[in-house]
């Protein structure tokens, strides 16, 4: 499962979103995941006040390096950026903003927030990934990030929690739907062609 060089020098840009029952397809998806000259985002529904040790839980499963996103951070491909607890991210330019979650906001929107603003950026292509989760944050983000030209993948009925993946699947602009296990491989036919 090897990949050649990013076709004509571009950047690849792989955005995932996860929440409820998200854990164990993040894991799944990192163990199978190798070297493969893109980045990766990972955005999820953390507790507010709670430390978040999902960076140290990912770098247990990844091959890659593994990163929790400060502020102004460059993008760099080989290597996984994870949101910690409190926050919201978006894309400017090639670095990743960290910006502080308004609480007051009961529903947390953070994986519609990066994936809107990924959208947004030519600096990147894009793929979306929604695995598990409850709620329909991503849904509006698939949409954008589709109408950009990108490539959205959603977990397949294994997903302990449907709703997020059946929520992308209904608004029409899923294209392809897998085991999480799948979705390496799947990623690398895509930025090899």
């Known amino acids: 499962m090897n990949i050649s060089d990013p076709v004509k020098n571009e ?7 996860a929440s409820k029952g998200g854990l164990t397809a993040l894991y799944e998806f990192f163990d199978n995941t190798l070297p493969d000259a893109v980045s ?5 529904h953390l507790y507010p006040h709670q430390k978040s040790l999902l960076t140290e839980m990912i770098r247990r499963h990844s091959k890659l390096e593994v990163y929790e996103i400060i502020t102004d951070m460059p993008i760099e491909p080989n290597k996984v950026y994870v949101m910690p607890e409190n926050n ?24 519609d927030i990066f994936f809107n603003s990924l959208a947004e950026t030519t600096h990147f292509r894009k793929v979306a990934i929604i695995l598990s989760g409850m709620g329909t944050d991503g ?4 949409e954008a990030i589709a109408n950009s030209g990108g490539l959205i993948i959603v977990q ?18 899923v294209n392809l ?3 999480v296990s799948d979705m390496p491989q799947a990623i690398i036919d895509y930025v090899n062609h």
Do not use: H
Request: aromatic share 6%; proline share 2%.
């Open 156 to 173: 397949d009925n294994s997903a302990l929690e449907n709703s997020m993946p059946d929520s992308a699947i209904s608004a029409g602009y």
């Open 88 to 111: 919201v991210v978006r894309i400017k330019q090639e670095k990743l903003i960290l910006e502080a979650r308004d609480l007051s906001v009961k529903i947390n929107w953070a994986i």
């Open 11 to 17: 950047k690849f840009i792989i955005a995932i979103g």
């Open 139 to 142: 849904t509006l983000g698939v």
């Open 177 to 179: 739907t897998l085991q």
């Open 40 to 44: 990766y985002v990972i955005t999820t």
